[in-house]
């Protein structure tokens, strides 16, 4: 079968789940060849991106703690808390845009570890890879349902940012690893809170 006839056959499939969008309540006017399918893993994707904050949240608060005082960790970690907020607000943004509906789930518990630098950024890729792979499926579902304009958004929105950050965190993985000694780390957190410092005051 011709993709043309396969994206017909998925846009007439979403149209025709128009009728039950809603449950009970008002329906979207605007709602657009916009699969339930979609919009669940949108939602599902939403929890992740609220998990990512509380994780990178808590590990902040441990940088930020005298016990460890290392106020440039302690500002990177707040910063990719506040990124990932943003990521979840960008979501129920585009639910709303698409005549969608957010599901709001119970987001899930982080582990209080005893943090290290080395173990945090550890922690920080794993997710962020999870978090790609998850990314790259959704951009899959937009394929599978002829949603271009939903394709789009998720490599335009997020799909670079990833990548990119993903290779931020895996340089400063191998910086930590190379620092031997208490004031390797001084220095490594130093130069940190020093680009925290200029953001702040350009902004
Ligand atoms: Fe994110």
Known sequence: MSRKLLCARAVLANASKLVSFGSGSRESSIRLNFSEEIEESISDQISKELTAAYTYFAISSVFGNDTQ???GFHWLFDEFAKEELGH????????NIRGGKAKFKTVECVENEDWTPLKAVEKAIKMEKAMTWDLEKLRDLADKHCDYHFGKFVEDDFLTEQYDGLKKLGDLKT?????????????LDYNIFKKYKKKEKDE
Do not use: C, H, N, T
């Open 88 to 95: 979840a607000k960008l979501w129920v943004d585009y639910l």
């Open 175 to 187: 910086q930590i690893e190379r620092v031997d000694d208490s004031f390797g780390l001084y220095m």
């Open 69 to 71: 005082a290392l106020p």
